[in-house]
Every structure is written in structure tokens, then in C-alpha cells.
């Protein structure tokens, strides 16, 4: 049977990235960071920045897009701020796009190689 626990490096990555011990805890190398921690926006790119500043990782083949929503979805500021307030704003731009999960795994395999191998 696979080993799921998280490394001491991971746990190391994931303290450097600004999680909460308690969250930490409840992790696993299967844990994907959207969709199980609800990681995204600014938060995910803070976990990139220390995924490529401090750990080296090369992200130049790396698509946010692909795996995280915006912060604010929208393009045009005005229809962003109309998002913002609008209830279930994020909901209605977001109802039929999905993202590729990602898992601590595959973080912790770029930390190992120093360049991201995407799915």
C-alpha cells in the first residue's frame, strides 16, 4: 500500500506557504490545494512564488489558468468590482469551467526535480 503522508519537506513547503499548522495536519500527498484547500487567486500564486523564489522551481511551462481560478474573475475593472458585489457573482462566471487538480505529490516532484512537469 502507497504511502500517502505528507514528507517533511512537504510539511516544510506548506508551513512556508502561510498554512496553519491545524491545516497541515489534515493533509496528505494526494491533497490537492483548489480543491481540497481552497487555494486559489493571490493565494496560489503566494504558493507559487515560494515554489519558484525559494525552492528554485522553474515554472515557465506552468498555466494558472489551467489549475486556479482569479482572485476576481472579469477582465474590465468595472465588471470586476460588479462581480465583487454581486452575490453568486464568482459562482455565474465560474458554473461550467473546471480546473486540473493538482496534487502535494506533484509539488513535491518539482521541488525534487526543480522544474514543474505538468499533468
Not at 500517502?4 to 497541515?24: D, P, V
Not at 506552468?62 to 470586476?80: C, D, L, Q, S
Request: proline share 4%; net charge neutral; glycine share 6%.
Amino acid at each position: 500500500m502507497e504511502n500517502h503522508k505528507l514528507t517533511e519537506g512537504m510539511r516544510q513547503f506548506l508551513t512556508h506557504c502561510g498554512l496553519r499548522e491545524c491545516k497541515i495536519a489534515s493533509c496528505q500527498m494526494h491533497t490537492r490545494p483548489y480543491h481540497d484547500l481552497g487555494i486559489y487567486g493571490d493565494e496560489a500564486l503566494d504558493l507559487l512564488d515560494v515554489l519558484s523564489k525559494q525552492y528554485q522551481v522553474d515554472l515557465s511551462d506552468f498555466e494558472f489558468a489551467k489549475y486556479f481560478p482569479e482572485e476576481f474573475p472579469g477582465g474590465a475593472f468595472a465588471k470586476r468590482i460588479f462581480l465583487y458585489y454581486l452575490p453568486f457573482g464568482r459562482w455565474f462566471v465560474y458554473r461550467k469551467v473546471t480546473w486540473q487538480p493538482i496534487i502535494l505529490a506533484q509539488i513535491d516532484a518539482a521541488i525534487s526535480a526543480k522544474k514543474w512537469r505538468g499533468t
